[in-house]
């Protein structure tokens, strides 16, 4: 079954928007490479987004130095997924910096 354009988009998009990359990964859309490129890049980017949680609550016992690392790294997470999100509207497989190279989904 071929998957159109506008499918593909909307598929692409709802993998940056933190856990609803289940939606694709769960219909037939995840055997479309371009979906399934997207796919990975955003449980990669939902992982990274659980590791900073994780290091905001542990910093976050030192006041300022735990509020300056957690809204620069959610700042970071958010920046990368405009870039995803902007690369999956115009149908490109474009890795995110720094976190793009890693799969997880094959």
């Not at 590791?51 to 690392?69: A, E, M, R």
Request: charged share 10%; glycine share 8%; hydrophobic share 55%.
């Amino acid at each position: 079954m071929a998957t159109s354009p506008s499918d593909q988009k909307v598929m692409s998009v709802l993998s940056y928007l933190g856990i609803l990359w289940l939606v694709p990964f769960l219909t037939e859309h995840k055997n479309d490479p371009l979906v399934k490129f997207h796919i990975n890049q955003g449980v990669i980017l939902t992982i990274c987004w659980a590791g900073v949680w994780v290091i905001s609550y542990i910093l976050g016992f030192i006041p300022i130095l735990g509020g300056i690392v957690s809204f620069l790294a959610n700042i970071a997470l958010i920046v990368l997924a405009i870039i995803g999100i902007v690369n999956a509207v115009n149908l490109r497989e474009a890795e995110l910096p720094v976190i793009g190279k890693y799969r997880i989904i094959k």
